[in-house]
Antibody, heavy 121, light 108 residues
């Protein structure tokens, strides 16, 4: 069945970078966009950006421009999200989600289990 | 940028209906998706494209949209429905996804 399997928890120091992976299982990797959504402790969902696994093209939320990079490895059906210049406010659970497109929108029909990133000195 | 506004909280007695609103300019022209998130879990879609229900989601969950407000209705609320609920749309002008701030549903 369809699954998105994410990498484990990370602890990083301020100023460092983190790279989170998301492995797609159970469907054709290149068919659907992969999105990244984060959730700070006690806060709501925040969309970070998306990547096309077929072309590698990306769209990033304005807030993260210059600090975020999404890449993919088609040989392993894995998408990566790297966030640099980390600060304490980046402490959050990071989710990848598959975007199912129908008409003029996308719905996130499958989600990864989440990866906790803690930024602390 | 496009903004979605949800009430932070809603309390409903078991067996009653819960109506969670999502406000946005001319939202009726956009496709609205709704997610349920229980504590410590990833979100799950409960309504997509305004009013469609994925397989496995109870018929008690329904959605509608008119004017500047989209609504998720949960009829005959149960204790297991206690969760955070988020609305989401695609902003075509920026090609960005937008989430509402979320509504915490408490079952009394």
């Amino acid at each position: 069945q369809v699954q998105l399997v994410q990498s484990g928890a990370e602890v990083k120091k301020p100023g460092a970078s983190v790279k989170v992976s998301c492995k797609a299982v159970g469907y054709t990797f290149t068919t659907y966009y992969i999105h990244w959504v984060r959730q700070a402790p006690g806060q709501g969902l925040e969309w970070m950006g998306k990547i096309s696994p077929s072309s590698g093209s990306t769209t990033y939320a304005q807030k993260f421009q210059g600090r975020i990079t999404m890449t993919r490895d088609s040989s392993t059906s894995t998408v990566y999200m790297q966030l640099s210049s980390l600060r304490s406010e980046d402490t959050a659970v990071y989710y990848c989600a598959r975007g199912y497109s129908y008409g003029y929108s996308e719905v996130f029909d499958y989600w990864g289990q989440g990866s906790l990133v803690t930024v602390s000195s | 940028s496009y903004v979605l506004t949800q009430p932070p909280s809603l309390s409903v007695a078991p067996g009653k209906a819960a109506r969670i609103t999502c406000g946005g300019y001319n939202i009726e022209t956009r496709s609205v998706h709704w997610y349920q998130q229980r504590p410590g879990q990833a979100p799950v879609v409960v309504i997509y494209y305004d009013s469609d229900r994925p397989s496995g989601i109870p018929e008690r969950f329904s959605g509608s949209s008119s004017g500047n407000t989209a609504t998720l209705t949960i009829s005959r609320v149960e204790a297991g429905d206690e969760a955070d609920y988020y609305c989401q749309v695609w902003d075509s002008s920026s090609d960005h996804m937008v989430f509402g701030g979320g509504t915490k549903l408490t079952v009394l």
